[in-house]
């Protein structure tokens, strides 16, 4: 028996995940918890065999949550179930020493194959069809960044803004603070000579 705790806000979502997850009489969900803070309570007194924790949650992140975990020697398997497919997540996740990484569109039967393989003892990452960091991409181009003396943060941040995340995912995907990120928009539009994002998009993308 595989015994699991969600981290997650988004009720509808982690009820979901849990039923698929008890379809299988192999798992069991010991407890949903709504955020990080709930999660590392309740590992306090309780052990599980893994944990999914999404990265964007109230109170405490998953980024934050994971570090704690760390630091308190829990010994459950850790796996962040996120919407993002996006390199850089995956990299700074890594560097978290997670043992997976699960996309939430993920189908049922590959959900709980990867936690099965996870528990004993491999680790699985998902990469979906996202392209790598060093790929060829005209964004990361020598002359677009010696044209504007834009930082390679700077252009992380152009191309997440240039995918729709707000300031706050932007945030959370990057592990900087909110304040940061607005002081790097900031910036960028200073040093590319435009006034509003929608000016900038339209340069990066003529």
């Keep these: 028996m595989i015994t699991i705790a969600i981290a997650d806000d988004h009720k509808l979502m982690s009820e979901g995940i849990a039923s698929i997850l008890q379809s299988d009489t192999e798992l069991v969900v010991a407890q949903i918890c709504s955020n990080g803070k709930e999660l590392i309570e309740y590992l306090r007194t309780n052990v599980v065999d893994l944990v999914l924790i999404d990265l964007n ?24 179930l996120s919407m993002y497919a996006d390199e850089n997540i995956y990299a700074k996740c890594r560097e978290l020493d997670i043992n997976g990484y699960l996309h939430k569109d993920s189908d049922a039967q590959h959900l709980i194959n990867t936690i099965k393989a996870i528990h004993e003892g491999q680790n699985r990452y998902d990469y979906d069809h996202t392209p790598r960091l060093g790929q060829p991409d005209t964004l990361f181009d020598d002359k677009f960044l010696n044209k504007f003396k834009l930082s390679r943060r700077e252009l992380e941040i152009i191309g997440l803004v240039r995918n729709g995340h707000t300031n706050q995912e932007i945030a959370d995907i990057l592990f900087l603070s909110i304040h940061t990120i607005m002081t790097h928009r900031k910036n960028i539009l200073h040093k590319l000579g435009v006034r509003n994002t929608a000016e900038m998009l339209a340069l990066i993308n003529g």
């Design 57 to 80: 949650m109230p109170i405490l992140n998953g980024p934050d949550t994971i570090r704690i975990l760390k630091n308190n020697q829990t010994p459950s398997k850790i796996v962040v």
